[in-house]
């Protein structure tokens, strides 16, 4: 195996498995969870046959949770919603407002992070957006009847 081809799989794995990793937390605190799990055994299934075999399954879970985001109205303006409101907050914290009369520590704890912690909601809003557009446009037709079941069986 040349030095090329042994630092495309290192790098192929390193990546694979900081994505696992990175869904599974994202699993349990805010961030695109599945989507990020998928791609890391998506990456992972090219080194290895475990992680093969262990994708379709993700991929189903992932495709479920796409369709049933837009199977009602109310879910869809529920998560427009979520967006505006990850936008909204990304930019008021990245704008450091002042810290309100209630706020019982020291005004340097007022949301710490400044612009760091802002850009990281907005970008979260906006591949939040980017999934609700995609499981809108593949997964619902103009009765609102969900696709799902037609693409997970071909």
Same mark, same amino acid.
């Given at each position: ?6 630092? *495309?799989?290192?790098?192929?794995? =390193?990546?694979?498995?900081?994505l ?10 805010p961030g695109p969870? @599945?989507?990020?799990?998928?791609? %890391?055994?998506?990456m ?5 046959e475990?992680? #093969?075999?262990? @994708? ?7 495709l ?5 985001s837009? *199977?009602?109205w109310?879910r +869809?303006?529920l998560?427009?919603f =979520?967006v505006?409101?990850? +936008? =909204?907050? %990304?930019?008021y914290?990245g ?5 309100p009369?209630?706020?019982p520590?020291? #005004? *340097?704890?007022?949301l710490v =992070?400044?612009?760091g ?5 907005? %970008?979260? %809003? ?8 995609y499981?809108?446009l593949n997964?619902r037709? #103009?009765?609102? #009847?969900?696709?799902?079941s037609e693409?997970?069986e071909a």
């Amino acid at each position: 195996m040349s030095a090329k081809s042994t630092g *495309k799989h290192v790098l192929l794995q =390193g990546a694979g498995w900081i994505l696992v990793i990175v869904g599974l937390a994202a699993m349990v605190l805010p961030g695109p969870g @599945l989507l990020a799990l998928f791609a %890391g055994m998506a990456m992972l299934a090219t080194q290895y046959e475990w992680a #093969d075999r262990r @994708l379709a399954p993700v991929k189903k879970a992932a495709l479920r949770g796409a369709a049933d985001s837009v *199977k009602t109205w109310v879910r +869809i303006l529920l998560s427009a919603f =979520g967006v505006c409101l990850l +936008i =909204g907050l %990304g930019i008021y914290w990245g704008l450091s407002a002042a810290a309100p009369s209630w706020w019982p520590v020291r #005004d *340097k704890w007022w949301l710490v =992070g400044g612009w760091g912690t802002g850009a990281t909601l907005i %970008g979260s %809003g906006i591949i939040a957006a980017a999934m609700l557009v995609y499981s809108y446009l593949n997964f619902r037709n #103009d009765d609102g #009847d969900e696709r799902y079941s037609e693409q997970t069986e071909a």
